[in-house]
């Protein structure tokens, strides 16, 4: 009897990224058509719990290699690099020509995610005077006054420039500074969330009975057919089109329980612009605060 040859395949990041510029370690620019190994130094695409190894496109690829109760042999690739899941019975030799089949996409995944693990550690707020951070598509920066009663107040005189404005002393700590924007944060999520929601639900002859936020790290919002709208808090970094999108999304599940042609057709009813919107959340990578 053959052995199915059946694949799942999953990206376990928030969505697909963007391509960006690859650069070398010496952070010599990226250049088309050269050998992945000029880039990327052999080895480099380690798993924490790496127990086998593979060549894939002239770099040696360390992965982790589990045997379950399952039908299919599943590739997942997140941060920590490469997992592969098989069924009892598939051997190896099986697995690994599975693998080599499927190395374009293997590499093009680990790619994009060692590309969105630097954006991420390069987009990590600094919780001090000058610092920055994503509010609804605009760069916000901190200003300590000591002299505002109000513990934040966003100002936006300078358009290109907006700051926000904490009344915290010139001599709070980095963790003051994290929970006072933070706190701030989700208010403005209530806030926005709210107002969102407010404004779509006629549109589209729903009515939605509360709002939860959520911090999870692969889903930008859900909804229950309670009427409970779950969206995630750090939609607050995105542009107000891609609120929408997801607002508009979530609402739409308070129709249709499903991803059905019926049920794109009620979000088109409002965003017309439904995919260029989702393409643009897909490729936007996520800065957390």
Same mark, same amino acid.
């Given at each position: 009897?053959?052995?199915? $040859? #059946?694949? @799942?395949?999953? #990206?376990?990041?928030?969505?697909?990224?963007?391509?960006?510029?690859?650069?070398?370690?010496?952070?010599? *620019?990226?250049?088309?058509?050269?050998?992945?190994?000029?880039?990327?130094?052999?080895?480099?695409?380690?798993?924490?719990?790496?127990?086998?190894?593979?060549?894939?496109?002239?770099?040696?690829?360390?992965?982790?290699?589990?045997?379950?109760?399952?039908?299919?042999?599943?590739?997942?690739? =997140?941060?920590?690099?490469?997992?592969?899941?098989? *069924?009892?019975?598939?051997?190896?030799? /099986?697995?690994?020509?599975?693998?080599?089949?499927?190395?374009?996409?293997?590499?093009?995944?680990?790619?994009?995610?060692?590309?969105? %693990?630097?954006?991420?550690?390069?987009?990590?707020? @600094?919780?001090?005077?000058? +610092?920055?951070?994503?509010?609804?598509?605009?760069?916000?920066?901190?200003?300590?006054?000591?002299?505002?009663?109000?513990?934040?107040?966003?100002?936006?005189?300078?358009?290109?420039?907006?700051?926000?404005? #904490?009344?915290? *002393?010139?001599?709070?700590?980095? %963790? @003051?500074?994290?929970?006072?924007?933070?706190?701030?944060?989700?208010?403005? %999520?209530?806030?926005?969330?709210?107002?969102?929601?407010?404004?779509?639900?006629?549109?589209?002859?729903? $009515?939605? =009975?509360?709002?939860?936020?959520?911090?999870?790290?692969?889903?930008? +919002?859900?909804?229950?057919?309670?009427?409970?709208?779950?969206?995630?808090?750090?939609?607050?970094?995105?542009?107000?089109?891609?609120?929408?999108?997801?607002?508009?999304?979530? !609402?739409?599940? !308070?129709?249709?329980?499903?991803?059905?042609? @019926?049920?794109?057709?009620?979000?088109?009813?409002?965003?017309?612009?439904?995919? /260029? $919107?989702?393409?643009? !959340?897909?490729?936007? =990578?996520?800065?957390?605060?």
């Amino acid at each position: 009897m053959g052995f199915p $040859r #059946l694949v @799942q395949m999953a #990206l376990d990041l928030w969505d697909a990224p963007s391509p960006v510029t690859l650069h070398a370690p010496n952070d010599a *620019p990226f250049v088309p058509g050269a050998l992945l190994s000029e880039v990327v130094p052999v080895g480099q695409w380690q798993h924490p719990r790496a127990n086998r190894r593979i060549r894939l496109d002239h770099c040696d690829i360390a992965y982790e290699f589990q045997r379950g109760k399952r039908r299919t042999v599943g590739l997942t690739i =997140t941060p920590d690099g490469l997992s592969v899941r098989a *069924p009892r019975w598939t051997p190896v030799s /099986e697995v690994e020509a599975l693998l080599r089949r499927k190395s374009d996409w293997v590499m093009d995944k680990l790619r994009e995610s060692g590309q969105r %693990a630097q954006a991420l550690a390069q987009s990590r707020v @600094q919780w001090v005077e000058g +610092g920055a951070f994503d509010y609804l598509g605009r760069r916000v920066h901190l200003r300590i006054d000591p002299t505002q009663a109000a513990p934040c107040h966003l100002d936006d005189s300078e358009c290109d420039a907006p700051c926000l404005r #904490l009344g915290l *002393p010139q001599t709070a700590s980095e %963790a @003051q500074i994290r929970d006072t924007v933070q706190a701030w944060l989700m208010r403005q %999520a209530v806030q926005v969330f709210e107002a969102r929601l407010s404004h779509f639900a006629p549109l589209l002859g729903v $009515r939605w =009975t509360r709002l939860r936020l959520s911090s999870a790290g692969k889903r930008w +919002g859900s909804a229950s057919a309670d009427g409970t709208i779950r969206l995630n808090w750090r939609l607050l970094h995105q542009r107000l089109d891609m609120v929408d999108y997801v607002v508009v999304h979530e !609402l739409s599940h !308070l129709r249709h329980m499903d991803h059905s042609p @019926q049920f794109w057709d009620v979000v088109a009813s409002v965003l017309p612009d439904h995919v /260029e $919107r989702r393409r643009a !959340l897909n490729e936007a =990578t996520p800065r957390s605060a």
